[in-house]
């Protein structure tokens, strides 16, 4: 039970993984394909577009996890613990409404 909780946890990592190999995969078949058989394959280019938009929402949420976005923190030394903390909050704050603002702009568009 371990295990498959161990793999659920890391689940975000294992999709990153497994699709940025798929569509460097499929995109160096076109290449070759269109290199040695002047063939184009029409589906690839979309395929990989889609593959990669998706590497990029499970990249983003595997750094999230990760701590590992980038954040300027340099002019927080200037400032008392408490004006970090407000600070940070509405960094925060506002980073969540710029993503629900886009999800709903995304929304609108595909629908």
């Not at 078949?29 to 269109?34: S, T």
């Not at 590992?68 to 400032?79: D, E, G, M, P, S």
């Amino acid at each position: 039970m371990e295990r498959f909780w161990g793999f659920v946890d890391n689940i975000e990592s294992y999709l990153c993984r497994a699709l940025l190999v798929m569509f460097v995969c499929l995109l160096f078949l076109q290449i070759l394909a269109r290199t040695f058989f002047a063939f184009s394959f029409s589906w690839v280019e979309e395929l990989s577009v889609y593959m990669f938009v998706w590497f990029v929402f499970f990249g983003a949420s595997y750094a999230a996890k990760m701590s590992a976005h980038n954040r300027v923190t340099f002019q927080f030394k200037f400032l008392s613990p408490r004006a970090i903390k407000y600070i940070e909050a509405f960094a925060d704050l506002f980073w969540i409404f710029f993503n629900v603002y886009f999800i709903i702009l995304a929304i609108d568009f595909i629908f």
